[in-house]
């Protein structure tokens, strides 16, 4: 692979910028210098052409500043392996991101197979180098101790660290085991699990565990039963002792009470209470005698009450007159409560009644109609208000039409006469507005002026025939590159293939000259060589023995020895026809390769012809000489194409102005017809006229729109005066309406309104003298009510009658209460009298009954003279010791009772024994605690069971273990990847080492001495037990391990390394570019000399690609490297 | 009717992870397997199923522990007692199940075998046999009860299912044979990845380890829901376990630092949350800069950030275009290496002397037959470390 041009179409600062890498001339070497200041882009520039190798990285990017990272992008021409030169370019896209020429996606495959494989990381480790990798590159290469294998490899890969990368991971491996490590991971973690293990066979809760367990709390429940029936047995005997000294005690006393009751008397025993029972019906007996007696003496006291107030006959019908009478009212309120006060009230009212009517009389003559009726005048207050609203209507009507006749009088004097109307000039401004617009011609002038320069400026340089080739038609840009692009292509494939050519006639030359030494070896016999020799000879041996003579035989011997010697080289020329034949096949192949590179060159020289005629064609088309170089078609396609556009822009400025003056002379006379219309003189300056015209439109518009509205004002004022006057002649009708019914004096507005207050005292008035009537007759019916009622009660009471009614009334009322309240004294006696005679008999009733009863409190109990009270005493003292004799008894017999008969009677026999029951109690408390201390047993045997079934079991051990295990489990795969990969690094190493010591030594031994001439004369490779081992050789023949170099001459040993490198991969591979990036800039000259020489070597062998800044080293290169190409770094804009 | 159906619960067995090195996480899992089985008793309680089936493997044979049983018999004792009975049989690790060593396990606690293979609750006959040996080469399906008449019919096996890959050849059944045997239902255990199985009305359910143990686990963590109606029963998945395994996979090929590094593992690693359960995480790094040791540690630093993910390993490989790359002479001539008689039997020799003093629980992780394995591994290692390590 050979990069031909890197195109900086958009990345980092850059902006279609290139940088073109020139081929070498025939013998030279392939050595390109770049060259520009620090920050002139040579990392991006690097950047950028990874990234069209193998793609954009993913992610934001380090170069996307200028252009945003999906416009990014590169290209290039490469020169691929049986491709020739392909022209790619790559954006930033996932995917289909590299692309050809015209933008179309290609094959990965295609950069794939040119770089062997290789990825991005490889590529660059191992064609690329800096400085600061040399540098480290050497003092890293001294951790290798000379190891040839690995100096080997990092020379070829680029890759220094192999000696840490084999120390990183064998320390890995030991780290976790190493053989009688104390430390080690594994060690750690292999004791930890083996305490795991322990503790968790030893809390494991086996079978057996349990069996064990549960084994023991059988047993501890066995000793609770036993311990348990000893305490039950306990308590029974000391519960039979106390039994027996209950029945013992107990006996005694039953014995002591049979005798006290046979002194007193038999009979049942008296029911509870029976002692109060008697006391009660004693004091009861006693009680109802004495309420018997209270009682007759009652009943006479009332006896003589009754007789002393009699019944009264009167009583009814005097009721029944006097409710009569308090039901009669006057004005809704009692008769009765108001008689006295009736005649004097009457007179007041008839005298106020008086009164009103003469008021009534002097409100009708005010309003002078004495004899009309009230009644027809006194009108209800609704009349009364719609009345006045009427006249009030009336009065304003006829303010707001005096109001609005004075102001259309005062707005027709203010008037005065009509202006003169203005003229229509709309059509006169829009003449005057569109000549106004085309009336300056300068900016078309000008930019005439403009364009006729730009035309002079654009065709200077330009043949004299410049419109004609335009007007011819110019060639497409695209087709100008396309042919520009085929020639120099089939002009540098013509230089390749005239080259290849003759090295494929010397090829052939040397095949056929060595094909020639092979057939003219005298070894080189064939078969059928062989049997022709014997054929001649048997032939000649034939004729000699015909004849015989001494010229035969001298002919046959002849014959014979070139049989022999056919044979002879037959048997021992089988190597000589092996060269033969591989001359034969060589020199056909030779043959074939020079045909082919023949037929090649034959080719493009023919397709060069032919591009070069188009050439010639496109040259003429542009005004060129007809063998003009195609790289000047751009530049006179662009300046025509310049000339062509400013040819086009004075025409255009020419046809403007024109257009132009036609638009301002139209105008012109648009403007003179519309003043002509309107009567305004054309003669003059017919602009200055029309404007003059127009400024005074404005004024005279203004005072006639003026007039205008003070007219319409006028008639709207008039119009309101109308509307006021009908307004007021509606009210007056309405006002009529309503008194025409009236017998009125005066129906004028103004009489009605002075009318007002006398109908309105008049309404009044009468009203109240209409209530007043009422009232007074009603008082007149209430006092003939009254004195008839007072006749009837005095003729109830067996009076005359004649006197006042009140006062008879009063005595009647009088009569009646006294009647009432000794109504009410008797038959208060009657009643308690009937209640005293019920409650004797009550009182003779119980007191027979509680006689009854006292004796029976008695009956069956023998009998006695001692009173009730002394006899029912003695016979309770007699039930109190039976009881007393029964308890005794029933506890006797219960002390027995559940307690084991054969223990009650053995402890029976024991008593009287004061210390037994203490005894007894003292077994009880020592079966107690043997009982207490085995049921504890057993309950702690059976917690201890169910707590160790209950337990959490140790899962956290269990995990610990599980993890730990995984631990290790991982760490020893890791461990022994680590050691197998040491073992088949250091293996391959070696093969390395085999494989490339013939063919890199040289070639390091020869770049090392070319770099620290004369300090180093030469490489030598020791072999030791542990690999073979590179040292160098100083000028006194001394050797000097690698890793006891200075640090400089270590980098100058790994220069030569990747050198060696380089060649050994373009050897097996194929070249592809290497690039240094300012690796000599420590260099003194003469090493920097070396370095460069060294660069040329790669040059010869591929492609060298050297980046500095520094413009010394630019001068050394071309002094030190033979056809070296420098170009400068692009410009970023 | 609902049933509730779980297997291999395998109470006592640990999660085995690098990842439980975390002191919460580890704090938090280290009775997993028992915090799983009382969850699974609190869902059959909290949904009021009619049963809990446990097709065997309640136990596990390496950690033979009497307190498990009693654990065991604890948990299903509340089950009963809130109304959820349990019917169970032994599976191949339930040697504590053994009744005629230990004793029935109580009231509403149903250990079918074969003295007692079928119980009925309610309008469903269940059938079952534990056999008592942790290896049995034939099919259990000839000795199960007939099916029941007027009933619905469910079974519990244990079994590798048409001899399952991966798993101990107990009891193998063809999924055939076990379809056409009549019943409703199975509820199979053995499995530890879930699956049903469905024949027109017949379906068959393997639900699963309730909580994986290690990542070749990591499908299960589930039990499964079964309602037998009048059609097909139908199942509902419930996921139950506390850690799941999970893996994933980064490239870090085009990272330019470590920034870069940083955030892709953090965006995986936030990819790999679950909510309501941990997951240990198997990262698949494809890189030619870092090795598996520093990105485990670039990891760690990272998921001290992101709640409820834990590194369960690291797998670091270049790219396989760089492992193959012709170019590349050391790994041509590593490969060449392997090869190589001389070679091999040193690699052995190493092996050997490492496997020798691995503690022998985990001795078979340098098992012979793993070496091919190891060197493919170890030649990518040394590129991984060289590229790793120079910049030059």
């Given amino acids: ?1133 | 009717m609902r049933l509730l159906v779980s297997a291999d619960t395998h109470l006592g067995s640990p999660i085995r992870s690098v990842a439980l090195r975390n002191p919460d996480l580890g704090d938090r899992l280290k009775q997993a397997s028992r915090d799983t089985f009382a969850k699974i008793i609190d869902l059959a309680i909290d949904e009021q199923v009619d049963a809990l089936m446990l097709a065997g493997d309640i136990f596990d044979n390496h950690y033979p522990d009497l307190k498990s049983r009693a654990f065991l018999v604890t948990q299903l004792s509340r089950a009963a007692d809130a109304g959820v009975p349990t019917v169970l049989i032994r599976g191949n690790h339930d040697a504590l199940l053994d009744h005629r060593a230990h004793g029935a396990l109580g009231e509403g606690i149903h250990l079918l075998h074969k003295g007692a293979p079928t119980v009925v609750i309610g309008d469903t006959a269940f059938h079952g046999l534990s056999f008592d040996a942790a290896h049995v080469a034939k099919s259990f399906l000839p000795d199960y009860p007939q099916r029941v008449p007027d009933k619905r019919n469910v079974g519990l096996m244990h079994t590798s299912l048409d001899g399952a890959a991966g798993h101990d050849p107990y009891a193998p059944c063809a999924e055939r044979d076990l379809m056409a045997h009549g019943y409703d239902l199975w509820c199979l255990g053995h499995i530890h990845a879930p699956f049903e199985r469905a024949d027109g009305p017949v379906l068959a359910v393997m639900p699963g380890i309730p909580q994986p143990r290690h990542f070749g686990e990591r499908r299960g963590g589930s039990v499964t829901m079964v309602t037998l109606g009048e059609g097909a029963p139908e199942y509902e998945r419930r996921a139950i376990g506390q850690l799941g395994f999970g893996e994933a996979s980064v490239d870090l090929s085009d990272c330019a630092d470590q920034q870069q590094v940083l955030r892709s593992l953090r965006a995986v690693f936030l990819e790999a949350q679950e909510a309501g359960r941990d997951t240990a995480l198997r990262l698949h790094v494809t890189t030619e800069h870092h090795t598996a040791e520093l990105i485990t540690e670039l990891a760690a630093e990272v998921l001290e950030g992101v709640e409820g993910v834990f590194l369960d390993k690291v797998k670091s490989s270049p790219p396989p275009d760089q492992q193959s790359a012709e170019s590349d002479d050391l790994l041509r001539l590593m490969r060449e290496e392997l090869h190589e008689a001389g070679f091999r039997q040193a690699a052995l020799d190493e092996l050997e002397a490492l496997r020798l003093a691995l503690p022998a629980d985990i001795a078979g992780a340098l098992a012979e037959e793993e070496l091919d394995a190891l060197l493919e591994e170890a030649v990518a290692e040394v590129a991984l470390t060289l590229h790793a390590g120079d910049t030059a």
């Avoid at chain 1, 005066?721 to 009125?744: F, G, H, I, S, V």
């Avoid at chain 1, 009646?816 to 009643?831: C, H, M, N, P, V």
């Avoid at chain 1, 008695?858 to 007699?878: G, H, I, Y």
């Fill in chain 1, 1 to 1133: 692979m050979r990069l031909n041009r890197l195109d900086l179409i958009r990345y980092g600062r850059f902006s279609d910028a290139e940088i073109i890498f020139p081929k070498p001339a025939q013998g030279a070497p392939d050595v390109t210098v770049v060259f520009g200041p620090n920050e002139a882009g040579k990392s991006t520039t690097f950047h950028a052409f990874l990234e069209l190798l193998f793609g954009f990285k993913s992610g934001q990017h380090p170069y996307a500043f200028r252009f945003e990272r999906s416009d990014l992008l590169v290209g290039a021409e490469l020169e691929l392996p049986e491709r020739g030169p392909v022209v790619l370019r790559r954006n930033s896209k996932r995917t289909q991101s590299l692309l050809d020429a015209s933008d179309r996606p290609v094959s990965e495959g295609m950069l794939t197979s040119a770089l062997h494989g290789l990825t991005r990381d490889a590529f660059e480790e191992r064609f690329s180098l800096n400085e600061k990798g040399l540098r480290e590159g050497g003092e890293r290469i001294a951790g290798a101790q000379g190891d040839l294998g690995q100096l080997l490899h990092a020379g070829l890969s680029g890759l220094t660290g192999m000696s840490q990368t084999l120390d990183a991971l064998s320390a890995r491996a030991d780290r976790f085991h190493k053989k009688r490590g104390r430390g080690t991971v594994l060690k750690v973690g292999s004791d930890r699990l083996k305490v795991i293990g322990q503790e968790l066979r030893a809390d494991r809760l086996t079978t057996e565990k349990e069996r064990r367990l549960r084994e023991d709390r059988d047993q501890r429940t066995v000793a609770f039963d036993a311990a348990d029936t000893a305490l039950r047995q306990a308590h029974q005997r000391q519960a039979a002792g106390r039994a027996a000294q209950v029945w013992y005690d107990r006996a005694a006393t039953i014995e002591e009470l049979s005798q006290a009751l046979s002194d007193l008397p038999d009979g049942p025993d008296l029911p509870a209470g029976a002692a109060a029972h008697v006391a009660g019906l004693i004091e009861k007996i006693t009680a109802l005698s004495v309420r018997i007696t209270e009682s007759d003496a009652e009943i006479a006291k009332l006896d003589v009450v009754i007789t002393e107030h009699p019944e009264d006959v009167a009583v009814v019908p005097l009721r029944a007159e006097l409710d009569r009478l308090d039901q009669l009212t006057i004005a809704g309120a009692p008769l009765m409560g108001r008689a006295s006060t009736a005649q004097a009230d009457l007179a007041r009212r008839v005298d106020e009644k008086a009164e009103l009517a003469a008021q009534i009389k002097d409100a009708l003559s005010r309003l002078r109609v004495p004899d009309a009726a009230p009644s027809a005048l006194a009108l209800e207050p609704d009349a009364l208000e719609a009345l006045a609203g009427a006249v009030q209507q009336c009065l304003t009507a006829h303010q707001s039409l005096g109001a609005a006749e004075s102001a259309a009088d005062a707005a027709r004097a203010q008037l005065g006469d009509a202006p003169v109307e203005p003229q229509d000039l709309t059509a006169l401004r829009a003449a005057f507005d569109a000549w106004r617009g085309v009336a300056d011609l300068s900016a078309a002038e000008q930019a005439q002026e403009r364009a006729l320069a730009t035309r002079t400026k654009a065709v200077a340089g330009l043949p004299s025939h410049w419109s004609a080739l335009i007007d011819a038609g110019l060639p497409a840009r695209e087709t100008l590159d396309d042919v520009a692009r085929e020639w120099t292509t089939l002009t540098a494939d013509l230089a390749s293939a005239r080259s290849d050519l003759d090295v494929r006639a010397a090829e052939l030359a040397a095949a056929t000259a060595d094909h020639r030494a092979q057939e003219a070896a005298p070894d080189v016999v064939d078969l059928a060589m062989t049997e022709q020799t014997r054929r001649k000879r048997d032939m000649v041996w034939q004729r000699h023995r015909d004849g015989l003579t001494p010229a035969s035989a001298d002919e046959f011997e002849d014959a014979m020895t070139a049989d022999d010697g056919a044979r002879a080289h037959y048997l021992s020329g089988a190597e000589a026809r092996q060269r033969l034949r591989a001359a034969q096949s060589q020199l056909q192949t030779a043959k074939a390769r020079h045909d082919t590179a023949q037929s090649l060159y034959d080719g493009l020289a023919t397709r060069r012809e032919e591009a070069q005629m188009r050439c010639g064609k496109l040259a003429l088309a542009l005004g060129l000489a007809e063998d003009a170089s195609p790289s000047a078609f751009v530049g006179r396609l662009q300046a025509l194409e310049h000339a062509a556009d400013a040819a086009a822009d004075v025409v255009n400025a020419q046809t403007a102005l024109k257009a132009r003056e036609v638009d301002q002379n139209s105008a012109r006379d648009g403007l003179a017809q519309a003043a002509g219309s309107l009567g305004l003189d054309t003669g003059g300056d017919i602009s200055t006229v029309v404007h003059r015209a127009l400024t005074l439109e404005d004024s005279n518009r203004k005072a006639w729109d003026k007039w205008q509205d003070g007219a319409q004002a006028l008639a709207d004022l008039d119009d309101r005066a109308a509307q006021c006057a009908e307004n007021y002649d509606l009210a007056q009708a309405q006002l009529d309406r309503m008194t025409a019914a009236l017998p009125l004096a005066d129906r004028t507005v103004e009489g009605v309104q002075a009318a007002l207050p006398d109908l309105r005292q008049l309404h009044q008035v009468y009203a109240e003298h209409g209530k007043l009537s009422t009232r007074v007759e009603a008082l007149e019916h209430a006092i003939d009510a009254l004195k008839t009622g007072a006749r009837r009660l005095a003729r109830i009471m067996g009076d005359a009658g004649d006197g006042d009614p009140v006062q008879v009334i009063d005595d009647a009322r009088a009569r009646l209460i006294a009647s009432e309240r000794s109504g009410e004294k008797r038959e208060d006696a009657l009643r308690r009298r009937e209640d005293t005679v019920a409650a004797k008999q009550r009182a003779d009733t119980d007191l027979a009954n509680a006689e009854a009863e006292l004796a029976a409190c008695f009956k069956r109990q023998a009998t006695s003279d001692l009173p009730p009270r002394e006899r029912v005493a003695l016979l309770e003292k007699r039930d109190g010791l039976r009881a007393e004799k029964r308890v005794a008894e029933n506890e006797r017999d219960a002390a027995r009772a559940g307690v084991d008969a054969d223990l009650f009677d053995e402890e029976l026999t024991r008593l009287p024994d004061a210390t037994r029951m203490a005894e007894l109690a003292q077994a009880v408390t020592d079966a107690q605690d043997l009982r207490d201390t085995a049921r504890d047993a057993e309950r702690e045997a059976a917690r201890v069971h169910r707590a160790t079934l209950e337990a959490a079991d140790r899962s956290d051990l269990a995990t610990e273990q599980a993890t730990l295990q995984e631990e290790l489990r991982e760490g020893a795969r890791q461990a022994a990847v680590a050691r197998l990969g040491v073992l088949a690094a250091r293996g391959a190493l070696r093969r390395l080492a085999a494989e490339r010591r013939s063919t890199m030594l040289r070639d390091v031994e020869a770049a090392f001495v070319a770099m620290t001439a004369p300090a180093w004369t030469g490489v030598d490779v020791w072999s030791q037990s542990d690999g073979e081992k590179l040292v160098g050789i100083q000028p006194s023949g001394n050797t000097v391990p690698v890793e006891q170099m200075s640090t400089g001459t270590m980098g100058q040993l790994y220069f030569a390394l990747r050198l060696a490198g380089y060649r050994s991969f373009a050897r097996d591979m194929g070249p592809l570019p290497m690039v240094l990036d300012d690796i000599m800039e420590t260099f003194d000259d003469t090493r920097a000399r070396a370095a460069l020489k060294l660069c040329a070597d790669i040059g010869a062998e591929g492609q060298a690609i050297l980046f500095t800044h520094h413009a010394h080293l630019v001068d050394l290169a071309r002094d030190t490297i033979e056809g070296v190409a420098v170009v400068d770094m692009p410009d970023r804009a």
